[in-house]
């Protein structure tokens, strides 16, 4: 599997097919003093979800990113009779990161899935330097962007790149050094649109600490929700998947 990057500069552009774990600046050796754009994505095709199934299709669309686009069939029904099976959900509806690391795990053996607290923006660069991608739960506005609703809207998406902004190099400078607080943004695939959206890194994470209960509308026995309606099973945390070949 491939990345795909583009690095802008005051000196012109370049593009390149980077393989995993490569850093960037080892690509496109001398000159880049100043960067204006760094853009790192594993590829993938957008899933539509059915009802409830953000996270199971965010899920799907991560396996394929995973695979390198090998295998782009849909795997949504699958996972979703996994989940049902597991009894995680009834309609696809996932209110806990920790199943939906298991769900990964039991549904694919190419992948590896860990939950872990939603990783910082050094660890998520380094994550996708690797070759990994990102489960991640957060509210989302009437325009899929992070929205902070005390997770009235909780969604999952699919954190598949990240984008930099304007930052000076140095001689020393890794790739995930290359971003400085609040700059980062990530590409970012979810189940209610065909289209790929970027948002900013740190607007997930404000909507990811802020998932307290669930939407009313889903406070029914048709659906599947935590204990007391605490969302503290998705607050603070994310799902990343990687390589099963190789853990970091």
């Not at 390149?16 to 774990?21: E, I, K």
């Not at 853009?39 to 396996?63: D, F, K, N, S």
């Not at 860990?114 to 957060?138: D, S, T, W």
């Not at 649109?193 to 404000?206: K, M, P, T, V, W």
Request: hydrophobic share 35%; with cysteine; glycine share 10%.
């Amino acid at each position: 599997m491939e990345h795909e990057a583009w690095i802008r500069g005051g000196t012109g552009e370049a593009r390149a097919r980077l393989p995993r774990w490569a850093n960037p600046r080892e690509v496109f050796p001398g000159g880049f003093r100043e960067i204006a754009h760094v853009l790192v994505e594993t590829g993938t095709q957008p899933i539509r979800q059915t009802g409830p199934q953000c996270g199971i299709v965010a899920l799907a669309m991560g396996y394929n990113a995973m695979t390198g686009m090998n295998d782009d069939r849909d795997h949504s029904p699958r996972i979703l009779k996994n989940a049902i099976d597991m009894g995680f959900t009834k309609q696809g509806e996932m209110f806990e990161a920790y199943n939906m690391a298991r769900l990964a795990r039991a549904s694919f053996d190419r992948i590896h899935a860990m939950c872990v607290p939603a990783p910082r923006q050094h660890e998520l660069i380094m994550h996708i330097n690797h070759g990994g991608v990102v489960l991640f739960p957060y509210d989302a506005d009437r325009d899929h962007r992070p929205a902070q609703r005390n997770g009235a809207s909780a969604h999952w998406c699919l954190i598949n790149g990240y984008f930099c902004g304007r930052y000076r190099s140095t001689e020393n400078s890794k790739a995930c050094d290359w971003v400085g607080e609040g700059k980062l943004h990530v590409s970012v695939w979810q189940g209610k649109s065909g289209h790929q959206a970027r948002f900013s890194y740190a607007d997930l994470i404000e909507s990811n600490r802020q998932l307290v209960g669930s939407a009313p509308s889903l406070k029914n026995d048709r659906h599947r929700l935590p204990d007391g309606d605490d969302l503290s099973g998705l607050r603070s945390l994310a799902v990343m998947l990687y390589p099963h070949e190789h853990g970091y």
